[in-house]
C-alpha cells in the first residue's frame, strides 16, 4: 500500500537501459529526489514524497540496480557520468527546465554532480547525510577501500563484511548488518525492515559492478564553485557518513547546515517531520 499513486510513471531509454520514473503532485516549482546506492530504490523516499507532492510537483526515478530499472552489471552502467546521464533524461523526458535537487547518502553524490553538470537547470541543492568524500570516514570503517577487492578470511565480523566476494558469497548476511549501521539508533526496527526487504530486490553482483564504476568529480571543487543555495542536513549519531562531511561541504559551499543531534544514516526515514519541514522551507525560498 503506498500513500500516494503517481500522477505520471513510464521509463525512459538511456542507451538502451529503460529507466523508471515516477511523478507526483503538480506544483510550479519541481522537486527531484535522487536515487542513492543501488542497495535500495526509491521507496526511500516513502516519507517524503506524500508531504512534499502537497506543496510541489515531485520527480522520483531509480538509477540501474533496483526498482523500477533494470539489474544492471555492468560497472559503465554505473559511472557517474551515466549517473548524470539518467538524471538529464528523466528531467528531459517529463519536460523539466529547472529543480530543487535533493540526494541522501551516494545520491547527494548525484545530486552534486548533477548541478555541476546542469548548472542553469538546479535551482538549489538539498543533500542529506552526503556520501562526498570530504572527511575521513568513521574509524571502524577505516582501510575498507583497500580490501574491497581481497579474499576475505572466515569468520567475517563487522565492516570486513564490506568486501566484493564476500558480497557475492553471503549478501544475505551483509544486508541486515549494513541496514543495522545506517539505523543505528533505537526503535529503528521498522525502518531496518523496510531497508532489508529492498535490499533483497537486488543482488551482491549489482552491487560490486557499482562499487567498480568510474567518478571522477571533484566533490570539493564543484561546492566551492556552485552558485545555487546548498542545504545540508545530517545527524551526529551518522555510522556510515560522518556529520564532518556535511560541516566541510556546508564551509566550501557557503551553505546551510542542519544538524540532527542522535540521528544516525538515514534522518529523512526515521525523523521525517524534521526533514520535511526542512525541506519544504528551503525549496519555497530557493525553487
Request: charged share 20%; glycine share 8%.
Amino acid at each position: 500500500m503506498r500513500a500516494l499513486a503517481p500522477q505520471v510513471s513510464g521509463h525512459v531509454d538511456c542507451d538502451g537501459l529503460e529507466i523508471g520514473y515516477e511523478v507526483f503532485g503538480d506544483g510550479d516549482t519541481t522537486v527531484l529526489l535522487m536515487p542513492t546506492w543501488a542497495i535500495i530504490h526509491s521507496r526511500f523516499w516513502k516519507l517524503q514524497v506524500p508531504y512534499l507532492a502537497r506543496f510541489f510537483r515531485v520527480i522520483t526515478y531509480d538509477g540501474p540496480g533496483n526498482g523500477l530499472s533494470p539489474q544492471s552489471t555492468d560497472p559503465a552502467d554505473y559511472s557517474m557520468s551515466a549517473q548524470v546521464g539518467y538524471a538529464r533524461a528523466v528531467l528531459d523526458e517529463c519536460q523539466t527546465d529547472r529543480v530543487v535537487a535533493v540526494g541522501f547518502s551516494q545520491g547527494g553524490r548525484y545530486a552534486v554532480a548533477l548541478a555541476a553538470d546542469q548548472p542553469d537547470r538546479v535551482a538549489a541543492l538539498a543533500l542529506i547525510a552526503p556520501a562526498l568524500p570530504l572527511a575521513p570516514p568513521p574509524s571502524d570503517r577505516a582501510g575498507i577501500a583497500d580490501t574491497f577487492d581481497k579474499p576475505y578470511e572466515e569468520p567475517v565480523e563487522g565492516w570486513s563484511k564490506y568486501n566484493a566476494a564476500y558480497w557475492l558469497d553471503h549478501y544475505e548476511d551483509f544486508v541486515p548488518f549494513f541496514m543495522g549501521e545506517v539505523f543505528s539508533e533505537t526503535h529503528a526496527t521498522k525502518q531496518w525492515d523496510d531497508a532489508v526487504r529492498w535490499a533483497h530486490e537486488t543482488s551482491g553482483e549489482v552491487l560490486v559492478a557499482e562499487a567498480h564504476s568510474d567518478d571522477e568529480v571533484d566533490y570539493a571543487r564543484v561546492l566551492e564553485e556552485v552558485g545555487c543555495p546548498v542545504l545540508f542536513i545530517h545527524g551526529t549519531e551518522d555510522r556510515i557518513i560522518t556529520h564532518a562531511v556535511s560541516e566541510e561541504g556546508a564551509r566550501l559551499s557557503s551553505g546551510t547546515l542542519l544538524t540532527l543531534v542522535g540521528s544516525g544514516h538515514g534522518p529523512h526515514l526515521k525523523e521525517p517531520v524534521k526533514v520535511n519541514l526542512a525541506l519544504r522551507d528551503f525549496i519555497e525560498r530557493n525553487g
